[in-house]
């Protein structure tokens, strides 16, 4: 089991950057697959980006590809998610998710009932 807590959200011009994190505590994290997805207010939880346990490729939603940037340190237990270009599209809360060893087929682990443990979230508002 692990549990996850995330933060680093906050309000922010259009055009400027964040950076969240999402601290984890409990059974080995780097054996685990992080996401992290985001909640617009009245809509659905929608993926945002992934990065597998093993090998360390990443994944993006078309949205942010190519502004926001996943990495983990495995070292520190904490999944990162950098955000530049925000846009006020942007704003929603968003969550960390882990799921336990996903096998390479599973691929970036895009639908939010793949992933067993999720974190709280933060709240991120960009202005225009």
């Known amino acids: 089991q692990v549990q996850l807590v995330e933060s680093g959200g906050g309000l922010v011009q259009a055009g400027g950057s964040l950076r969240l994190s999402c601290a984890a505590s409990?059974?080995?994290?780097?054996?685990?697959?992080m996401g992290w997805f985001r909640q617009a207010p009245g809509k659905e939880r929608v993926f945002v980006a992934s990065i597998r346990w093993r090998g360390g490729n990443t994944y993006y939603s078309d949205s942010v590809k190519g502004r926001f940037t996943i990495s983990r340190d495995n070292a520190k237990n904490t999944v990162y998610l950098q955000m530049n270009s925000l846009k006020p599209e942007d704003t929603a809360i968003y969550f960390c998710?882990?799921?336990?060893?996903?096998?390479?087929?599973?691929?970036?682990?895009?639908?939010?009932?793949?992933?067993?443990?999720w974190g709280q979230g933060t709240q991120v508002t960009v202005s225009s």
């Open positions: 409990g059974r080995a994290f780097s054996d685990y697959a």
């Open positions: 998710a882990a799921k336990y060893r996903s096998p390479d087929y599973e691929g970036g682990l895009v639908v939010p009932t793949e992933y067993k443990y």
